[in-house]
């Protein structure tokens, strides 16, 4: 490959993923707002029209501001690369700091930083406007920026460190350096699956045990029918940020914790809060999660090789707008490369994991019907879209390429003919 060819190449798909990622949004916007006027008929005594109207609106506003995003990306992604922003930037470090490592975690920070505070204006307005709108935000601008502050923070004590460790893999452990850092990487997931709700969650939120006895016993019942263990029932202050509802849960083994949002607890009967978390134990007992770590491993060890391969060839570095340095110290700019080319040419891929996610779902949904009750879920999942003001009637094409969850139309329906 010549580094001409490899411009071309990159350039090609940059458009390509971009008209591809517009083409879907307008039709999804399109589609939403050609069934505005009708809530769909199974669910036409379920939510009432000025709900599915609302859902439309905040949709396509999403969508809308998405559009602006997506645009922006492919812009700041263009500007980094071909355009010799990287170039410019590892210049500038560089009669800093000579080619240190101290130049290598320089250049990744400032890559960070800078991606960061272009993005910073449209996060604002999604949260005070968009989501200020449509009656979600609840957030106050100064916890904003005090998220901001501490997200920062924690960003860099994790990552500097595990970024030291790979860059000094990089340059010091040989030929096969992606195999240790893949292996610490892994290390590093696992770790922080167990511990990331001891040691990170409490920083942003509050977590207090499950008060509600008559729920608790109820979520203990379905617990023992369907053999799960687990630490302890949490409710966590979400509505300090949001009124969006959800309920997740964190750790291993027998220290699994079940956390929920108190905007579910709210809106939700005990019943259809035992569907729900029925079908979160779902994806425990069926060995999604584990399926979807053991993925996610196998993953990043094809494209950690790939890395490996990449770094030593020229025409990488000249092909994206970068001279590499002649004394080594390259490491640093190949891993951002590569997370700026990575996603360009995967994009296209992405409907493989939407698909093996959305039959995910139905087998949850099934395992709830089957432990739990199934009206309880339809129920549970009518009043969260209505809440959430999810859309009922997504584009069949833009929901195929993205959504991680078939629409609740599809699935209501297949509870129904089970
Ligand atoms: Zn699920």
């Known amino acids: 490959m010549n580094s001409s060819s490899f411009s071309l190449l990159f350039a090609a798909f940059l458009l390509a993923t971009l008209a591809v990622k517009l083409w879907l949004a307008s039709r999804h916007v399109r589609h939403v707002a050609l069934h505005r006027d009708a809530v769909p008929a199974q669910f036409a005594h379920k939510i009432p029209l000025a709900a599915h109207q609302k859902a439309a609106d905040y949709t396509i506003a999403k969508t809308r501001l998405k559009i602006v995003m997506l645009t922006l990306n492919a812009v700041v992604v263009l500007g980094f690369t071909l355009l010799g922003g990287l170039q410019w930037l590892s210049e500038q470090l560089v009669s800093l700091l000579d080619s240190s490592m101290t130049y290598q975690l320089a250049l990744v920070a400032a890559v960070t930083v800078i991606s960061g505070v272009i993005d910073l204006p449209i996060d604002y307005y999604k949260q005070f406007r968009l989501e200020e709108k449509f009656g979600f935000n609840k957030m106050t601008p100064s916890l904003f ?36 850092a893949w292996l610490i990487w892994c290390g590093f997931q696992l770790f922080m699956l167990g511990f990331y709700q001891n040691l990170i969650a409490p920083l942003f939120n509050k977590f207090t045990p499950l008060e509600d006895d008559l729920l608790r016993a109820r979520i203990e019942g379905l617990m023992q029918r369907v053999g799960f263990a687990s630490k302890g029932l949490f409710v966590m202050d979400g509505s300090r940020r949001s009124a969006h ?5 964190s750790g291993f083994g027998a220290a699994k914790r079940i956390v929920f949002f108190d905007t579910l607890l709210s809106r939700l009967q005990p019943n259809e809060i035992e569907a729900v978390l029925a079908h979160e134990l779902g994806h ?11 993925l996610m491993f196998v993953m990043s060890l094809a ?7 990449l770094k030593n060839q020229i025409w990488f570095y000249q092909g994206l707008g970068v001279m590499p340095l002649m004394n080594g110290a390259n490491d640093a700019m190949a891993l951002i490369l590569f997370m700026f080319a990575l996603p360009v040419f995967t994009f296209l891929f992405s409907p493989l994991l939407s698909i093996m996610s959305r039959s995910n779902e139905f087998e949850a949904d099934a395992f709830a019907a089957k432990h739990s009750n199934s009206q309880d879920l339809i129920s549970a999942l009518v009043k969260l879209c209505e809440h959430n003001a999810s859309t009922l009637t997504p584009d069949p094409l833009h929901s195929a390429f993205y959504d991680s969850h078939p629409p609740a139309s599809v699935r209501v329906q297949k509870l129904l003919a089970a």
């Not at 460190?161 to 195999?179: F, K, R």
């Not at 509802?245 to 849960?249: M, Q, S, V």
């Not at 494209?303 to 391969?309: K, M």
Request: net charge positive; glycine share 8%; hydrophobic share 60%.
């Open 145 to 180: 920026f005090t998220d901001l502050v501490k997200h920062s923070l924690v960003g860099a004590a994790i990552g500097l460190p595990l970024l030291w460790v790979t860059l000094a893999l990089m340059e010091q452990a040989g030929s096969l350096w992606w195999l240790y």
């Open 245 to 249: 509802g959800n309920a997740y849960f």
């Open 284 to 294: 425990f007992k069926l060995n999604h999660v584990i399926k979807r770590i053991a």
């Open 303 to 309: 494209f950690l090789a790939l890395l490996g391969w």
